[in-house]
């Protein structure tokens, strides 16, 4: 078997896995082997019926389709609980949060400012002095 023969038989082995996931969790409890079930699915093919109890139902299909795709309910709903939220929220506290929000920001700012400006100052003096003055009692 050449070695793109053998990498279609594994794509094909894991498209089938795919379709039977009840397979991965008895692989996962340890009660088959992944050898064991490829030897199965080469001897036998997909089509047999020992694969039957495996096989991912219709409905199963579907709830994993819903699960992965999001709806336009799913949109719409997401967007009603926004919009429910906005109306629950207080004007007046926002604005109050932005506020004290601002302040800090300025007062950040403006520290900031006072080190780089006195940072630079420094730096031309040469001298190597900390920038905290700290006295002793």
């Known amino acids: 078997m050449t070695n793109k023969q053998k990498q279609t038989s594994i794509d ?3 498209q089938f896995v795919r379709r039977h996931p009840k397979l991965i969790q008895e692989v996962q409890t340890q009660e088959k082997s992944w050898q064991s079930v490829y030897e199965n ?4 093919g997909e089509e047999d019926e020992m694969w039957s109890p495996y096989r991912q139902t219709q409905s199963e299909d579907v709830k ?5 795709k999001p709806s336009e309910s799913g949109k719409a709903d997401f967007m009603s609980k926004m919009v429910s939220a906005v ?33 630079s100052k420094k730096g031309s003096s040469g001298g190597s002095q900390h920038p905290f003055s700290f006295r002793k009692d």
Do not use: R, T, Y
């Not at 699915?41 to 036998?44: H, K, L, T």
């Not at 109306?87 to 302040?103: H, R, V, Y």
């Open 12 to 14: 094909e082995f894991k």
């Open 41 to 44: 699915w080469v001897m036998f």
């Open 64 to 68: 994993e389709e819903k699960a992965s």
């Open 87 to 119: 109306k629950k929220m207080d004007a007046d506290q926002m604005n109050e949060q932005i506020n004290k929000m601002s302040q800090s920001i300025s007062s950040l700012q403006s520290l900031l400012g006072q080190f780089s400006s006195n940072g």
